[in-house]
């Protein structure tokens, strides 16, 4: 994969992320049940992912050498 894929992918998974965080907290406000943890946690993953993957595909490395 090219550096511009990985970086992609991870925006895709960052828009992903929103768009689990905003249904596992809209909707247990709107319908008054309790939070549905593992969509927070699946949310919290799915941006440290992106973030790897924006890393890894950042022209500038030399921040991790």
């Known amino acids: 994969m090219t550096k511009e894929t990985l ?9 992903i992320a929103k768009i689990v965080f905003a249904i596992a907290i809209l909707t247990p406000l709107l319908r008054d049940v309790g939070i549905n943890y593992f969509a927070i946690f699946g949310a919290i993953s799915l941006v440290v992912g992106g973030i790897i993957l924006i890393n890894k595909g950042s022209k500038d490395e030399w921040i991790w050498n």
């Open 7 to 15: 970086k992609e992918i991870g925006k895709l998974s960052f828009d």
